[in-house]
């Protein structure tokens, strides 16, 4: 396990007031810090690399929470470096549309969207382009979703607490909710294929 002077050297953490020759001492903010770090690590699966943008993102007064909310996005976000094909424009085309039908202000090319380009360009690989007919019942799972991830962390005035919730909550939350969805297929697939009894 990474100790607080492996944090500080990473720049993740600022450093303590100095005590003593080899120590340390950490206020309450250092601590809270640290639960964040951990949490994005243990948690969130995301690589110290990755933490460190967040963290610099957080820190930098400049940015915008929408910004910070963008950086903690963007690292966890699976880059999909497909050759292009007559599918994948379709996929292209398809989730184009899926966007204008729901009214999203997002970046059309960006590395969210075309991560799920290529996921539904690789079901429909698999012939599974019937996965269509479900799209825009998860797209509104994802909009009730995301509204309610952005309605807790406005309730925080503080930008600093704010922007750390809107970090935490971006990376703890796709944890949470991929956990949730994993415990409701279960559900579903007792009453939809289990045995009668």
């Known amino acids: 396990m990474p100790t607080i002077k492996f944090y500080v050297r990473e720049g993740l953490l600022p450093a303590g007031e100095l005590t003593s020759p080899n120590q340390a001492s950490y206020a309450e903010t250092h601590v809270q810090r640290l639960r964040l770090i951990r949490a994005l690590l243990d948690v969130g699966g995301m690589p110290v690399a990755d933490i460190r943008e967040v963290i610099a993102a957080i820190d930098d007064s400049d940015q915008t929470v929408h910004q910070v909310l963008g950086a903690a996005t963007k690292r966890m976000v699976p880059r999909c470096d497909r050759e292009p094909s007559a599918g994948l424009e379709e996929a292209r085309e398809r989730i184009a549309e899926l966007i204008a039908a729901h009214g999203w202000q997002t970046y059309s090319g960006g590395q969210t969207t075309e991560a799920l380009v290529a996921a539904l360009a ?3 690989e698999l012939g599974h382009g019937a996965f269509d007919e479900v799209l825009d019942v ?6 009730r979703v995301a509204q309610a991830d952005l309605e807790y962390v406005a309730r925080y005035a503080a930008r600093e607490e704010l922007v750390e919730r809107v970090a935490a909550g971006t990376v703890l939350g796709d944890a949470i909710f991929s956990a949730l969805r994993r415990l409701a297929q279960v559900d579903a697939s007792e009453r939809i294929f289990g045995e009668s009894p």
């Open 122 to 124: 690789a079901l429909h």
């Open 138 to 143: 998860y797209a509104d799972a994802a909009e």
